[in-house]
């Protein structure tokens, strides 16, 4: 089946997260826009992504020029500014994106960002932390 624009995924917010999610789709063979509003980090991005565009998220014109309309997957990685987050949520979903990843700085920041649209809701930090806890526990056994 050839690749159309819609198997594309678009990463929102290329820093630490965005940017190892980013980096990690194109070593599995996806096709990937990143989009930043840093263009210092746009230009890092700009030869190790398909596409690379600064613009502001928060801006539902502005995504639709894009393109964003004809995506279905987009992983939203803006983090600490949490208006930012939100809106650029709402914009991606009246912008029709079915597949909204987005990552929560807390319980209650997931919970807006499930009710404003978001379809699969990442807490990098606990997630993290649980699993750290697990490899702990695996590891203890050798010391047995
Ligand atoms: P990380 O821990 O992943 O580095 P963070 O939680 O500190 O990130 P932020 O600094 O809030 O998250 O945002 C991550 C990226 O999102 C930054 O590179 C920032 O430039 C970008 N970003 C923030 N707001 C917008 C926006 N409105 N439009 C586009 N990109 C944005």
């Known amino acids: 089946k050839p690749a159309t624009q819609?198997?594309?995924?678009?990463?929102?917010g290329l820093g630490r997260?965005?940017?190892?999610?980013?980096?990690?789709?194109?070593?599995?063979?996806?096709?990937?826009?990143?989009?930043?509003?840093?263009?210092?980090?746009?230009?890092?991005?700009?030869?190790?992504?398909?596409?690379?565009?600064?613009?502001?998220?928060?801006?539902?014109?502005?995504l639709r020029q894009l393109g964003m309309?004809?995506?279905?997957?987009?992983?939203?990685?803006i983090g600490s500014d949490i208006e930012a987050s939100v809106l650029t949520v709402l914009a991606l979903e009246e912008l029709g994106v079915r597949d909204i990843w987005a990552k929560a700085t807390g319980t209650r920041h997931g919970l807006i960002l499930e009710r404003t649209g978001a379809r699969h809701v990442v807490h990098p930090e606990a997630a993290m932390g649980e699993r750290v806890a697990h490899l702990v526990t695996g590891k203890m056994m050798d010391f047995l």
């Open 6 to 12: 819609s198997d594309s995924i678009a990463v929102i």
């Open 17 to 62: 997260f965005g940017g190892a999610v980013a980096e990690s789709l194109m070593r599995l063979g996806h096709e990937v826009l990143g989009i930043d509003a840093n263009g210092e980090l746009v230009q890092k991005w700009s030869d190790r992504l398909t596409h690379v565009v600064q613009a502001d998220a928060t801006d539902a014109e502005a």
């Open 69 to 77: 309309n004809h995506i279905q997957h987009a992983v939203v990685g």
